[in-house]
């Protein structure tokens, strides 16, 4: 029995071995990948990235998430990347309806504060999400978003999809290995725009 902790995105992998094993596609492509809408109407892609375009996908999954009053999931390594990026999010927190931010917190007792009470802050520390970057928000034909894994040396393999199937795998894994309750099924979750 091997002793060996499987990675978060290799069982999520596991799950649907079709995926795994199609090819990586570029998404630092300009040309075909320059908005949201061109990696939703991809539907699934395979990429390796530096954190600089993880960083601009983020942003375009944060921006439709606030225009659309939908909820958000993100996952941060370590406490320092999301204080990078805490007043933006601040701002978010009171543009969407629900939030859950998760991250490397080294003490839970002293994990950053949000300004509105819809939004769950939960320490990943010591879990095999604690080098995932994840990003999620709900349009009208469900959930999309980014499920990357930081291999170190700013490189970050993983992928994007709108299939609801693997983005809700994803999230009973955060559920299971965090023990909470993230839940994008609500119907209370209105999507104002598409």
Known sequence: MS????????????QFPDLQNKEFT???DREKFATLDDHIDAKYVNFEAKRKDLYRLSMMIENYAQRA????????????LYKYV????????KNIPKAWIVGGFDNPFFAPRTPVDTAELLTCAGTTLQN???VITKGPDGPFGLVAEDLGGDR??????THSKILFKVI???????MTDIDFKKSEWNIMEQ
């Open 3 to 14: 002793n060996q902790i499987e990675s978060f995105l290799s069982n999520i992998w596991s």
């Open 172 to 178: 009973d894994k955060i559920n299971g290995t965090m």
């Open 69 to 80: 009053y939908s909820p958000l999931l993100a996952t941060f390594e370590t406490e320092s």
């Open 26 to 28: 570029d998404v630092t």
């Open 132 to 134: 995932m970057w994840i």
């Open 86 to 93: 805490e007043d933006r999010y601040v701002e978010i927190l």
């Open 156 to 161: 970050f393999r993983g992928f994007f999809t």
